[in-house]
């Protein structure tokens, strides 16, 4: 089991049990995300609007996965309060409904550290998401994904 460490308190932190995620149909094509810690998102086709589709999810996902698991190595460096935009933003292959590759491009300013620090911090903030970045590792391992399971709903008392 690996452990992580709390950013705020540089206290090992426990990884909790998979939290319940769900999603229930709203209408055609079109759905809403759940966690059992009171999330919610909202997903369908291009077409029904102000929605994510499970694309732009996965991007998202693994975006904000690198950013997280490189923060704290930026700030460290930038401090605390530097900006970050991350983007994937490669393209789908329409012949086969799939991304073959998910390019991670950060988009934040070391314009004011010399060469070697910025080389130094880049490779920090690589191995930091080569190391904590699950989404990332786990799309790097090919994950397995068995076939869907099909049960009646659950009975509620």
Do not use: H
């Amino acid at each position: 089991m690996s452990e992580t460490i709390d950013q705020t308190t540089d206290a090992p932190v426990t990884p909790s049990p998979t939290d319940a995620l769900w999603v229930e149909r709203n209408g055609v094509r079109t759905y809403t995300g759940f966690s059992a810690r009171g999330a919610r998102v909202e997903v369908g086709p291009v077409e029904a609007g102000a929605v994510f589709t499970p694309g732009e999810l996965l991007k998202i996902a693994l975006a904000a996965c690198a950013g997280m698991s490189s923060d704290r190595a930026f700030a460290r460096r930038l401090g605390d309060d530097y900006a970050v935009t991350i983007r994937v933003e490669d393209p789908k292959d329409m012949a086969e409904d799939r991304y073959p590759t998910l390019t991670e491009k950060f988009e934040v300013d070391l314009s004011w550290l010399d060469q070697t620090d910025r080389d130094k911090l880049v490779t920090i903030a690589q191995r930091a998401i080569d190391k904590a970045c699950t989404v990332g590792r786990t799309l790097k391992a090919g994950a397995e994904v068995p076939p869907a399971q099909f049960a009646p709903p659950a009975e509620q008392g």
